[in-house]
């Protein structure tokens, strides 16, 4: 409760001219056009396009909030403040917390129903088993009693072994490109 009322005070300071403006560096900005700027920063080059409110270090995109490197666009053209994400302008922040946090009284006067209060709640039936679950889904009864199916040899056609293990081949089986073992 105390943070809220915390933020609150702190919130009333601020101005839609210095929203997050401390933030931008002190890089070289090359515009391209109106809209799309270079931006050096510590020799590496980073692209920013107000346009489309993107940096190629993709907080912009992610955070909602303009990046250093697009502060510093906006700084040098003067409009932060129409690239500030609406969820983050001082009257936002402002407007979520207008509504009044009523505190609750003491736990021996809260007035609760009897029905619920004799409820009894119990831990649940089932406990998941420690460890990683299994990928591979548990078989039924009929699939386990299949008989699987005897290999056979791809050049006699026997079955009971295979071209590799020819162990109870007869003669004529051993083709001319196998060896006999």
Not at 16 to 29: L, R
Not at 41 to 54: F, N, R
Request: glycine share 4%; proline share 6%.
């Amino acid at each position: 409760m105390a943070t809220i009322i915390v933020l609150i005070q702190h919130s009333e300071k601020w101005t839609e001219e210095n929203c997050y403006v401390e933030y931008s560096i002190d890089g070289i900005v090359d515009p391209s056009t109106d809209y799309i700027y270079s931006v050096s920063d510590e020799g590496k080059t980073y692209i920013v396009c107000l346009e489309k409110k993107t940096c190629s270090c993709n907080r912009f995109q992610v955070d909602g909030i303009s990046c250093a490197h697009a502060w510093r666009v906006l700084k040098k053209k003067l409009l932060p403040n129409e690239y500030c994400s609406y969820f983050y302008k001082p009257e936002t922040i402002l407007k979520t917390y207008e509504v009044h946090v009523h505190p609750l009284p003491d736990k021996s006067e809260w007035n609760i129903h009897e029905h619920i209060a004799t409820e009894v709640v119990l831990p649940p039936k089932y406990k998941r088993p420690p460890g990683r679950p299994k990928k591979q889904r548990e078989k039924s009864f009929s699939e386990l009693s299949k008989r699987k199916g005897r290999n056979s040899c791809s050049t006699c056609g026997q079955r009971g072994h295979n071209r590799q293990f020819m162990l109870n081949c007869n003669t004529e089986c051993i083709g001319p490109n196998t060896s006999h073992y």
